[in-house]
């Protein structure tokens, strides 16, 4: 079992920055697969980013590429993500999951989300 807390969202202006963070509990979070992904009113869940258990493997969505940047301390039981450049279509929820298996969007564990909003 898994439990996936993320913190970090805010109110940002349009070029701005923030960091999300994901603190897991569980002694095998080592073990897992990260991801995160967003939601925006009225859209479907998609996926932004993802880093295997070692962290020497990540993936972005095209739309985040060269912005955001997902990495893991795994002696802390922490996942970020680094988001630059925010524009106002970055909007939404932002949620972490875990799973065994890496690059899938049905992950077994999810967080809560938090709220990230930019204006413009």
């Known amino acids: 079992q898994v439990q996936l807390v993320e913190s970090g969202g805010g109110l940002v202006q349009a070029g701005g920055s923030l960091r999300l963070s994901c603190a897991a509990s569980?002694?095998?979070?080592?073990?897992?697969?990260m991801g995160w992904f967003r939601q925006a009113p009225g859209k479907e869940r998609e996926f932004v980013a993802a880093?295997?258990?070692?962290?020497?493997?990540?993936n972005y969505a095209d739309s985040v590429k060269g912005r955001f940047t997902i990495s893991r301390d795994n002696a802390k039981n922490m996942m970020y993500l680094q988001m630059n450049s925010l524009k106002p279509e970055d909007t939404a929820v932002y949620y972490c999951?875990?799973?065994?298996?890496?690059?899938?969007?049905?992950?077994?564990?999810w967080g809560q989300g938090t709220q990230v909003t930019v204006s413009s």
């Open positions: 880093i295997t258990w070692s962290g020497y493997t990540t």
């Open positions: 999951a875990a799973d065994l298996r890496f690059g899938v969007k049905d992950n077994d564990y």
């Open positions: 569980g002694r095998t979070f080592s073990r897992y697969h």
